[in-house]
């Protein structure tokens, strides 16, 4: 009798001639994540089956599925030789201590077996009542499944408990995109989302050293070190000083327009290292209305420095509380919450502009070598990967 891992994934169904390109990725998703653990990942059909496992393994390679993108859901299943006796067994004994009602299901892939689908259910099913008084059988609705699957190589997989997965697409499959991080609440739930839909992340932090401490710092490494296991594994992160070209807008600019001005700087050094990069998209954690930066004027004169490159905000429509919740369910929520300076709080002004004009920022603009301060943040940039 062996420990195995059935695994189903979500949408992939849908994708037709792509199918297998889909189906491909992920497995090496989860042949990457679980490395470690010397388990075998294969394809089967609709599935993937995680053989090899042991039972100190087991909860971990369990722990890494749940953050895997593209996985719907997993069952621990036991192996078994395709006997009736054995069956019998392995599925008396998962059901030896469990109450209410319940149903056999059979998946019969070995057409050899003696008995059909319809029969082997209703026997187990009769010897399952036989030992346990605290089960009913319910057809329709029940409470437990007992799943027995009897594959063509012989051996039959019985399971009865089901865990959901994170759902969405295989990381990998929706191109690549530069999460701009920031050590708020809402970028890095930004940037789990854009994962699950299949996004390559890459992160861009802008600082403002030494007005941002070194303990800034350390919480967004902590937030991208969190990331990374929605993300393949690993993340690289680029962080950018802009403590100079900040200063020339605090000596130079109009104040209202500090903000703005700081955020068209910001997209335009993301939107240079996506194309060198070669990163399709830019995502950020922005969200209409919640602070002075997002009301739509804002967006607009903002995103107005971008030449091509798509920006998503997937927080776009999100309440608050909805984003702490996603927060809290990843884990990056208590990281976030930490009270330091980030370097969009360093010269804030008094009464930010709320509907700041396209051309008022250009003008703003006019009064500095925005160019030459943003090409030497830029050249100056550091690479940390995690
Ligand atoms: P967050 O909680 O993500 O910081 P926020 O509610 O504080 O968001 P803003 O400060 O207006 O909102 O930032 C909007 C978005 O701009 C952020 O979600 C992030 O994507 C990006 N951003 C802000 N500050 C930085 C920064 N220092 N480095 C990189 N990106 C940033
Ligand atoms: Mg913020």
Known sequence: MNKVIIVRYSEIH????????????????????????????????????????TDSTCKRILNKLAKIA?????????????????????????????QGTFKVEVNRGDKKFKLTSMELAREIGGDILDINKNLKVDVQNPEIKLCIDLRESQKTYIFSEVLYGMGGMPVGSSGKGLLLLSGGIDSPV?????????????????????????????KVEELARKLTEYNGGNL?????????????????????????????????????????????????????????????????????????TPILRPLIAYDKSDIISVAQKIDTFTESIKPFEDCCTVFLPDSPVTKPKTYVAEAEEEKFDFNGLLDDAYREMEIVKF
């Open 14 to 53: 849908l994708k037709g001639k792509n199918r297998g390109y889909f189906e491909d990725l992920l497995k090496n998703n989860i042949k990457d994540a679980i490395a470690e653990y010397g388990a075998v990942v294969e394809k089967i059909p609709g599935r993937y089956l995680i053989t090899n496992v």
């Open 190 to 218: 930004a940037g789990y989302m854009m994962a699950k839909r299949g996004v390559k992340l890459y992160a861009l932090h802008f600082h403002s050293f030494p007005y941002t401490s070194e303990l800034a710092r350390e």
């Open 70 to 98: 593209g996985i719907f859901s997993y069952s621990v299943a036991t192996e078994v030789d395709s006997t009736y006796e054995q069956i019998k067994e392995e599925s008396l004994y998962q059901m030896a201590e469990k």
């Open 236 to 308: 690289t992160v680029y962080m950018v000083n802009m403590a100079k070209y900040q200063e020339a807008i605090h000596s130079y600019c109009n104040e209202n327009y500090t903000i703005t001005l700081l955020r068209r700087g910001m997209l335009r050094i993301a939107e240079r290292l996506a194309k060198e990069k070669q990163i399709d998209m830019l995502i950020t954690g922005e969200n209409l209305g919640q602070v002075a930066s997002q009301t739509i004027e804002s967006i607009k004169t903002i995103e107005n420095v971008i030449e091509d």
